[in-house]
């Protein structure tokens, strides 16, 4: 299990702590947060990522600022609540676990204000408890989408695994998504050959995914983005696993870019292409991939990223953050109950009605 929690809190003096990502893995920096700009910009940069990890972070980050200020009235508190939920929501569009949080801070604070006790003391003891819970929820979530997914590998062989972006500790509070198989595997004596794409423009394979991988002892070798299908034909690869950003009625799964043209060389070469994902990831409002908000980036992330030109000032840039996965090209999706199999809606509804 990575070594480092990349988002906690601090409750003397009260901070939101995030290990700040775009510094590693020359820097470990931990950030220490109250005001609602710097939660809102270290989401927005990706100081903090990871869809289960955000989510955290808007949970937290939305007490601490609440917390941090004094009220005329209960009504006042509402407002302001109100306003940095609207807020935060605006920070990472695709990122489904981010209002997923956002959304249960604001259920128990509306079940606070129909009590009859209700004060400004008992609302922030209810959203510390409640977003305390989403932290811890998520721990025990990671490690049982760790316990279905080794499920899929067995200690008969040297399994070569290619994963995109990061879906690890450092995208969690825990063992991560992706990387939790891997990760309890590794403990249990499995053997893994990990193949982490660098992931561009913002390199969380190289920079993030191998850094935790190689903190906790496995086995890891970072390639170049477009090394995959190579890697794939010399038959080095026997299942890519990978995160998700949000997951359709139907199955298809927006995540990091890059993610689909692994899905389509897979089934090409006959390889397993697994999703590992929380519940919470699921959108069954969004009925299917094209349906799906894509957050656009910065220009600068492709040209002049990590303070250096690559590319002429005044072209053009395309740069999504997400591309989507069609279902029909995952193997399965793995959550903290279980496998879906061949996913389609019926199976994913039924999945999540357990």
């Not at 209002?99 to 129909?114: H, I, S």
């Not at 595997?185 to 394979?205: A, C, D, I």
Request: with cysteine; charged share 25%.
């Amino acid at each position: 299990m990575p070594t480092t929690i990349p988002v906690s809190l601090q409750k003397n003096p009260l901070k939101l702590l995030l290990l700040d990502q775009t510094k590693l893995p020359e820097q470990e920096l931990m950030l220490k947060l109250d005001d609602r700009d710097d939660i809102y910009e270290a989401i927005k940069k990706l100081r903090v990522r990871g869809a289960p990890a955000i989510g955290i972070a808007a949970a937290y980050g939305l007490y601490v600022c609440l917390a941090s200020k004094s009220y005329s009235s209960v009504e006042t508190m509402a407002q302001e609540f109100q306003t940095l939920k609207t807020f935060f929501a605006q920070s990472r569009p695709t990122a489904v676990n981010l209002f997923w949080a956002l959304d249960r801070m604001q259920q128990r604070f509306e079940e606070e204000l129909e009590k009859e006790s209700c004060d400004q003391g008992a609302i922030l003891d209810a959203l510390l408890e409640e977003s305390t819970a989403i932290f811890e929820e998520d721990q025990a979530m990671s490690k049982a989408i760790g316990e279905h997914g080794l499920t899929l590998f067995d200690q008969s062989k040297t399994w070569g695994v290619m994963t995109h972006c990061n879906a690890g500790g450092l995208a969690t509070s825990g063992y991560g998504t992706a990387l939790a198989p891997l990760y309890l595997g590794h403990e249990r004596g499995y053997r893994f050959s990990v193949y982490s794409n660098e992931t561009r423009p913002l390199l969380q394979g190289s920079r993030l995914t191998s850094y935790e991988l190689l903190q906790a002892g496995l086995d890891v070798t970072v390639l170049c983005d477009n090394m995959a299908s190579l890697v794939m034909k010399e038959g080095k690869i026997d299942a890519v696993i990978v995160g998700a950003d949000r997951i359709a009625a139907n199955g298809d799964t927006a995540n990091k870019i890059g993610t689909s043209v692994l899905a389509i060389l897979a089934k090409e070469y006959k390889i397993p292409f697994y999703v590992a994902a929380p519940t919470s990831t699921f959108d069954v409002k969004t009925l299917k991939g094209s349906d799906i908000i894509i957050e656009q980036r910065d220009k600068d992330e492709v040209i002049n990223g990590f303070n250096r030109q690559t590319a002429p000032t005044e072209v053009k840039v395309y740069n999504p953050a997400f591309d989507v996965t069609d279902a029909k090209y995952i193997t399965a999706i793995i959550t903290e109950k279980g496998i879906i199999h061949l996913p389609n809606q019926e199976k994913i509804l039924e999945h999540l009605n357990q």
